[in-house]
């Protein structure tokens, strides 16, 4: 599986970005997917995961501001951000996994597939 993260970008506070991640090779592995991110000094953290069925879960922080969805053939998924904040400032990683093993399933240690990231910095 190979995952191409892109639509990273610097942004003023209460402004919106769309990420991307485009998948390819075994769909199997593909069957929960999310975003991470993760700050300088921080621990990577998951920000919006989907499982197969399609439900999403979100970290608080993130909750009625950002949204997690997938192209139908479930080959791109897509992170829409609004009203970015200062601390929304992060590397942000697309992941996969064949299944989603947690609940909620934003552990990073349960995604064995991960993308290169794409950097958000949001200013204030």
């Known amino acids: 599986v190979k995952l191409v993260e892109s639509g990273g970008g610097s942004v003023q506070a209460g402004g919106s970005l769309r990420l991307s991640c485009a998948a390819s090779?075994?769909?199997?592995?593909?069957?929960?997917m999310g975003w991470f991110r993760q700050a300088p000094g921080k621990q990577r953290e998951g920000v919006a995961t989907?499982?197969?069925?399609?439900?999403?879960f979100y970290a608080d922080s993130v909750k009625d501001r950002f949204t997690i969805s997938q192209d139908s053939a479930k080959t791109t998924l897509y992170l829409q951000m609004n009203d970015l904040k200062p601390e929304d400032t992060a590397i942000y990683y697309c992941?996969?996994?064949?299944?989603?093993?947690?609940?909620?399933?934003?552990?990073?240690?349960?995604?064995?597939?991960w993308g290169q990231g794409t950097r958000v910095t949001v200013s204030s």
């Open positions: 090779g075994d769909p199997y592995y593909w069957s929960c």
């Open positions: 989907i499982d197969d069925y399609g439900v999403a």
């Open positions: 992941a996969s996994d064949s299944y989603c093993s947690s609940v909620p399933p934003l552990e990073a240690a349960d995604f064995d597939r």
